[in-house]
């Protein structure tokens, strides 16, 4: 007899529960320091904490906030500094090892 296997789309949308996750997984995405990645993520951090919201506070509608994230485009420093704020982080340089 077959066993059937359930497949469900994995979303990392549903591990960003709270702002030390969060930090933890961009963290991690800056480790490469690929920015088209690190964008993308920061995207969908933006997303945990709500689109619409995070669209608002950044003074910009959400079809433009996708953009800016997508790492498609390479959104000014105002916004990455200000979505990093909103979300509660902020940035911290330290040597290289």
Known sequence: MKKK???????????????KKIASFLEVCLEDNDYKF????LGEAVKAHG??????????????LYKSFSGNRR???????KAIKEIGLKINIVPQK
């Open 51 to 64: 689109i619409n919201e995070m669209a608002k506070k950044l003074g910009v509608n959400r079809e433009s």
């Open 38 to 41: 690190f964008m993308k993520a």
């Open 75 to 81: 959104p000014n420093f105002e916004t990455v500094f």
């Open 5 to 19: 296997i359930e497949i469900t789309e994995w979303n990392i949308l549903d591990y960003l529960e709270n702002d």
